[in-house]
T-cell receptor, first 114, second 113 residues
Framework: DARVTQTPRHKVTEMGQEVTMRCQPI?????VFWYRQTMMQGLELLAY????????DSGMPKDRFSAEMPDATLATLKIQPSEPRDSAVYFC????????????FGEGSWLTVV | QKEVEQNSGPLSVPEGAIASLNCTYS??????FFWYRQYSGKSPELIMF????GDKEDGRFTAQLNKASQYVSLLIRDSQPSDSATYLC?????????????FGKGTHLIIQP
């Protein structure tokens, strides 16, 4: 059963701490997206990669957020330092090329910054 | 103006009736249109996609696209309580490499038994 795997599923951390979220895309998918969901803003695209190269990170606060894809089976999203306003659900999704109908979401990482 | 707009609801529909969900988008060059269903506490799940003007049917679901009016809709026939969820409309904007999904905030649908 092919699926996108995200860790951790839940994280509570103190303000100022570093948070790293990890994503394993579906095997064979070459496009990886990071989304953030809040009640106020809905689902926002933070960054995405194709063939491990970053294509767009304009939705990501550059001063504290960074996204990388060290290999084809791992994408990471790091927040340093974390702030309470970063509390949200972070979803990773993967797909094939630019075909929107192949995009599948992971179960999300629920982050609370206190 | 938000790029993708949806009525947040809640939209309440009796069981067995047709639920009609609507979405408008601002980028006239948008090429691909998607409907996702999201249950509370879960991740979005793709249920329909449409690329051309007109209707596309899949089981109880029909997606409708009108590019001239920049309007996408989702019809759910014979609504079931299990259809109660938030429905997210998403578009892929025109080229230039910006081909991530842009989402509306979703419509909360409640099917009343």
């Amino acid at each position: 059963d092919a699926r996108v795997t995200q860790t951790p599923r839940h994280k509570v951390t103190e303000m100022g701490q570093e948070v790293t979220m990890r994503c394993q895309p579906i095997l064979g998918h070459n496009t990886v997206f990071w989304y953030r969901q809040t009640m106020m803003q809905g689902l926002e695209l933070l960054a995405y990669f194709r063939n491990r190269a970053p294509l767009d990170d304009s939705g990501m606060p550059k001063d504290r957020f960074s996204a990388e894809m060290p290999d084809a089976t791992l994408a990471t999203l790091k927040i340093q330092p974390s702030e309470p306003r970063d509390s949200a659900v972070y979803f990773c999704a993967s797909g094939l090329g630019s075909s929107g109908n192949t995009i599948y979401f992971g179960e999300g990482s629920w982050l609370t910054v206190v | 103006q938000k790029e993708v707009e949806q009525n947040s609801g809640p939209l309440s529909v009796p069981e067995g009736a047709i639920a009609s969900l609507n979405c408008t988008y601002s980028d006239r060059g948008s090429q691909s249109f998607f409907w996702y269903r999201q249950y509370s506490g879960k991740s979005p799940e793709l249920i329909m996609f449409i690329y051309s003007n007109g209707d596309k049917e899949d089981g109880r679901f029909t997606a409708q696209l009108n590019k001239a009016s920049q309007y996408v809709s989702l019809l759910i026939r014979d609504s079931q309580p299990s259809d109660s969820a938030t429905y997210l409309c998403a578009v892929i904007r025109s080229g230039g490499g910006a081909d991530g999904l842009t989402f509306g905030k979703g419509t909360h649908l409640i099917i009343q038994p």
